[in-house]
């Protein structure tokens, strides 16, 4: 049993590690380490049940750094329990050191589970982590420690929301009060009070206690580890750069590494460098689900029309014969068609209400813990969760996202429902793969792939019913193209994708009747895209126009400008981007497509005027 | 005075005109119209004082409906109070109407301030115009009807928590908690204490109330006005499709418009069609500020280097001469210097704490009524409010936005914190203006501009300091671009913003002095670029080098080649883009950029081998 003694002696030497690693670094935040160093001291040492040695096993509880500016301490704590040594504590911040200014999820460092450094993104994926356990009938738990500036994030917010609802009560948020953020007080301040009844009125047990007395740590974290009705906040008074005279709760230290002299001083005061180990207490054994049992996966075939988000929820449906997949849907899952999962699979259908931050965070938790998530909502509101998507590739997340209502094409809602800059934003995202497809069966066969994909893959589907295109046996590799009516005196292409790819098939019939052969090519991976597909049909036709149902800016166009030029290559060719260039506002979909240019009609019209 | 026989019949055709509207346009949300058509009954009868003739009167009150797939029942009102006609209500959802699926705001419409249709964003605008009456000193209110699905949405308690510690207690909120959402019942369904409770404890008043019973109604809004300590949450427990017994409370009904006989029977079941009138109450008589003022601004000078960042803050403390203009940050003002304004201007600068999207609807709010807000935060943290950015551009916003801590040059933070997809994600905004300037002079000067400009625009800012280029004399309009070395012989032209700017300046000089002249122009207009520059250059060297410190997807690589392909010209150069492909750690700048392949020996090497 640790003493008091022992915890506090703990925490000393934290706060000294936390000043050396970033001092050493020249940057970094050791106030902001120092105020949570009790708490983790406490955590470590008697509640947080971690087997060092074997980070994976399915016993482990996980701890979560919501405020990742804190790395210090967690980078000490990695050290006291002998995870990592002093050398890698003082490659803090240095370049190429897996020891980075805010936590990533490294090979190296297999302790931290996922990025932080955005706030209020700790607690939703914490609670995605929380569900993975509770869906697996784990006795694990997780822990997030929170900043108290970032309690003003929504985020948090939708997801204390979720966790209460779901009756996740394996997940125990800490939050480090300390008064002071990045330029002044927060919002709060020391209001513990305030902060607990926002907690109990989201449905959460909250305790209040001094964050620096370890005793009361200590039976904060028994009571919240016995509360098995709800999850539990606990609410610690602390000081940003307790323990040091000249940094206590003081203005201007935030994000301030001390200098040499400084730290000396400081380390001083705090009773010097020391070198105690702990190990944190045993999980409890724990055997996970296989996560290894490849079902077969009968994947929805089509011999009709369909639209692609149906087929991507049958797709899904098909799916869920894999324990391992999840799906989450932001209380529109009759729209995107997650309800195909749902109805077979129920209980790993994660309903997430409106909530895009929240559904997204919970999606990086699950994927942490060796779930298959797919989130969907309308293309459009997924906008709502970009930070979350953008971290997520920080943190190496396998995630598949599905965004519905491409476009012009969903008619009378208007624009505010239109996904119009998705394609821009997935692409710009580390790794990412996008993907079109234009038909139901496509789609199936995509989707598919999807599950087994690295990274974060997205899917965008149409809300209208498209024509079959392609029989079921058709193959759809992630990088690939399908070319359409190709012929040697082509003097067009048109590239499409999605309900675009429908329209240039009708415009390149009409213009092959006009004389003028018209090749169509389906970008229905639109990163990475077929570059060598389209560098043959640029050199092999004197124009190639793209089409798309996307504002003209990053999209499926800046994509073939791209895979065109890249490398530097000598580019020969004329390229005509048509895409949509003004607000839209309701109108039915042929109308839509009509005005904003990209209807069959309005595309043979753009061709034969640039061709002449 | 009103009787409640006269809310109760206003109600009723509220109803009435919902079913008609949405029944002529074969779509729309006639039952989620129908739960708050009491609730706006009595509101625009006796509570909301408008003058409907002057709808830009400074001293009305504002109505904000954050469900914005109500609209049939906003248009209804509309109607009631004489704004449009029923040929106008009758257009709902037509192509080429102003009558939208979701509200929004138009010429033809001036009673609706702002788009809405993404859930959760209008107690957030709402709040920014409460705080715009709140400067002005104006009488005014702001009321916004919520529905209860989108009370999951985290941007809700970021607005929250801003408005009562911002003290407007002129904000009322009305939560429409009609139990139903898209997809079945609600997360907390009819449990309006809990509501209340979150409200409380979030520091609102809140009273709980019938929301079909008219002098509850009128009670609480009476409480609500007289409520002067705190902005008040009106929880209505309300029936989604009130007043038809097959719509009442029944599940199916989301977002679906009655045949033309379900039409008849409710219609009938609501008493028939009427044509109630009603004049809302007149706004007390308050002038506003000055909207024409135009003091003269005197944007700062440097003669010596500069971070890009510190300028733009200088130039936004000068623009504070200009009473209109407000600041909004994120807490890290002291990182995007928005601080500089806050010296000079401490009533006009708004700490919204760390909560991106409550930062961005309240800058949308505080336009809707004449303000000029400036906005700012890392630009990584930016993507946390894309939603919103999105949805101000379907709003005709004008927006001024400040993303500091442009990509890998912030150094050892790590990827957390570098934006590396804001020009992307910005240049997919529609009608979005895109600026990325090097040095401190041409920082000041678009500053400066940005405060007259339509629509969104978008600073990109570094971190460090970055060298004096241009004299404080020289002019930087948008769309233009600024040659460098230019020469009869150049073989290679590099293309630069912003801090890449800075290493192709380096890089030229060294390949000059092997013998490849080279060219280097600062294209610190990402969106509009300078097209005209960028063809010569490509038409006149061998190879175009673009680069930039972002994502190679969807930058300013992206935007170059699509200036250079547009119409359809003929491409006949070499483009090599060169931008961060790989996930970057910490380290310093400059081995961060050298190790992404953007330092100038870097771009050098490019070149080189390019050219071989």
Chains 1, 2 share one sequence.
Not at 166 to 190: A, E, F, K, Y
Not at 228 to 242: C, E, F, Q, S
Not at 399 to 406: E, F, Q, T, Y
Not at 577 to 597: F, H, N, Q, Y
Request: some cysteine; hydrophobic content about 40%; proline content about 5%.
């Amino acid at each position: 049993m640790t003493t008091p003694s022992d915890w506090n002696e703990l925490a000393a030497q934290l706060c000294v590690d936390s000043i050396r690693a970033s001092t050493a670094a020249a940057s970094g935040h050791p106030t902001s380490s120092m105020s949570a160093a009790h708490l983790l001291a406490v955590l470590y040492s008697d509640h947080l049940r971690l087997d060092v040695g074997d980070p994976q096993a399915p016993g482990n509880d996980h701890f979560i750094l919501s405020k990742g500016h804190a790395s210090p301490l967690v980078y000490s704590v990695l050290k006291a329990i002998g995870a990592i040594d002093d050398a890698q504590l003082l490659s803090f911040r240095k370049f190429g050191s897996p020891v980075q200014g805010h936590p990533v999820p490294l090979p190296e460092i297999p302790w931290v589970d996922v990025a932080t450094g955005s706030l209020g993104q700790g607690m939703p994926i914490a609670f995605g982590e929380a569900l993975a356990m509770k869906l697996d009938g784990s006795p694990a738990r997780v822990w997030v420690l929170m900043g108290d500036s970032e309690f003003v994030e929504g985020s948090i917010w939708e997801a204390m929301a979720n966790a209460s609802f779901h009756g996740v009560s394996n997940l125990i948020g800490i939050l480090d009060m300390n008064r002071l953020g990045q330029r002044g007080p927060t919002m709060l301040q020391w209001d513990g009070d305030r902060y607990a009844d926002r907690a109990r009125a989201f449905g959460w047990h909250a305790i209040e206690i001094d964050g620096h007395d370890v005793d009361e740590i200590d039976r904060a974290y028994r009571e919240a580890e016995g509360h098995t009705d709800a999850p539990t906040l606990i609410v610690a008074r602390t000081v940003k750069g307790h323990g040091v005279s000249f940094l206590a709760d003081k203005e201007g230290w935030h994000g301030k590494a001390l200098s040499e002299e400084q730290a000396e001083k400081a380390i001083a005061e705090l009773g010097g460098e020391r070198n105690v180990t702990i190990t944190p207490p045993k999980p409890e054994s724990f055997i996970g689900p296989s996560t290894t049992a490849r079902p077969e996966i009968r994947l929805p075939v089509y011999d009709d029309k369909v639209a692609t988000r149906k087929a991507f929820g049958d797709a899904l449906a098909a799916l869920a014969a894999d324990q391992r997949v999840v799906a989450l849907d932001g209380e529109v899952g009759n729209s995107t068609h997650t309800e195909e999962f749902q109805k077979v699979a129920p209980d790993r259908f994660i309903e997430m209400y409106i909530g895009e931050q929240g559904m997204l965070g919970a999606a990086v938790g699950l994927q942490a813990l060796g779930k298959v998530p797919f989130a969907a909502t309308f293309g459009a509101f997924l906008s709502r969760a970009y930070d979350f998507i953008r971290m997520a590739a920080v943190s190496r997340a396998n995630l598949r996202l599905n965004g519905s209502h491409a476009g012009v094409s969903i008619g009378e809602d208007g624009p505010s429902q239109m996904a119009l800059e998705d394609l821009a934003m997935m692409r710009a995202v580390h790794g990412s793969t996008v993907l079109y497809p234009a038909d139901g069966n496509s789609t199936a066969k995509l989707t598919g792939a999807m599950a087994e994909l690295d990274g974060i893959s997205y899917l965008r589907s149409t809300r209208e019913s498209t024509p079959k295109l392609y029989d079921a046996t058709e193959e759809f590799p992630v990088g690939g193209s399908k070319t359409h009516r190709a012929g040697a005196d082509d003097r067009v292409t048109l590239v499409g994708a999605g309900i675009t790819l429908i329209e240039s098939l009708k415009a390149a019939e009409v213009l092959a009747s006009e004389g003028i052969a018209t090749r169509v090519i389906d970008a229905y991976s639109v990163k990475p895209i077929d570059a060598g597909t389209l560098r043959r049909a640029a050199s092999e036709t004197e124009l190639l126009v793209v089409v798309e149902d996307h504002w003209i800016q990053g999209g499926l166009g800046d994509a073939v400008l791209a895979a065109l030029a890249s490398g530097g290559a000598e580019l020969s060719t004329r390229v005509l981007k048509i895409g949509v260039t003004e607000m839209p506002g309701s109108g039915s979909p042929e109308e839509l497509r009509d005005w904003a240019g990209i209807s069959a009609a309005k595309i043979a019209d753009r061709v034969r005027s640039t061709l002449r």
